[in-house]
């Protein structure tokens, strides 16, 4: 190689290495909570400006986010309750809640069996008769001995964990007036009752047998 190469290829590699220097990856920063000098209250950490909301936190619609409206829990629904969405919260209960609450709702889930706390039963009278807006703030806060189920299940999830605890509910005692008339063909032919069975023979008694 000729020596203006050679000059060349290690100007090239010294500025190379003087590029890579370690704080181009380590950064100056603030640790959380660490003091500043640099603002007058010596925080590091900043309000946020006034008004500021977090992306997707925005809820105004109490109704949907809290189960209330003031502190008057809702006794209808605040989403179209479809097919769908019981399937999703089947979906959803059979995950999270039928361990405590078995799938059937009677309360005696497999960590019961094992010697967990036993929820009251869904077939309760007072929980037949208690709000959505109800069952759904228990499922978003908590209650006894069950804790908050907020961070598994988002509120579209939590609503339909509702309405499918609502079918649960609904199918105990259920009779076919229940179902929409123009939606009973679907349930098929009714099975034909059980034909009779002949009832045994009574054994004589000793003294017909004696008499014969």
């Known amino acids: ?6 000059v060349a290829a290690v100007i090239g590699l ?3 290495l003087g590029s890579c220097r370690q704080d181009m990856h380590d950064q100056p920063r603030y640790r959380p909570l660490s003091a500043s000098r640099f603002f007058g209250d010596g925080r590091s950490a900043r309000d946020f400006p006034e008004g500021t909301v977090a992306r997707g936190q925005l809820r105004l619609d109490t109704a949907f986010y809290e ?3 003031g502190t008057q829990e809702i006794s209808s629904f605040p989403i179209p309750i479809t097919a769908a969405v019981l399937d999703r919260g089947q979906d959803r209960y059979n995950i999270y809640c039928s361990p405590c609450h078995a799938y059937t709702g009677e309360g005696n889930g497999m960590i019961v069996q094992r010697g967990f706390t036993a929820p009251p039963s869904l077939h309760e009278a007072r929980l037949k008769s208690a709000t959505p807006g109800y069952i759904y703030d228990v499922i ?4 006894g001995a069950m804790y908050s189920y907020a961070s598994r299940l988002p509120p579209a999830d939590r609503w339909a964990v509702v309405a499918y605890v609502r079918a649960l509910q609904l199918s105990r005692g259920a009779t076919l007036a229940d179902v929409p008339e123009d939606r009973r063909p ?25 008499a014969r």
Do not use: D, K, Y
């Not at 190689?1 to 050679?6: A, E, H, L, Q």
């Not at 978003?140 to 209650?143: E, H, K, Q, V």
């Open 140 to 143: 978003t806060n908590g209650f």
């Open 67 to 69: 189960g209330r409206v």
């Open 186 to 210: 679907e349930l098929g032919p009714r099975p034909p009752a059980p034909a009779a069975q002949p009832q045994p023979a009574t054994p004589p008694s000793p003294v017909e047998r004696r």
């Open 14 to 16: 010294v500025g190379f």
């Open 1 to 6: 190689m000729s020596r203006i190469s050679v």
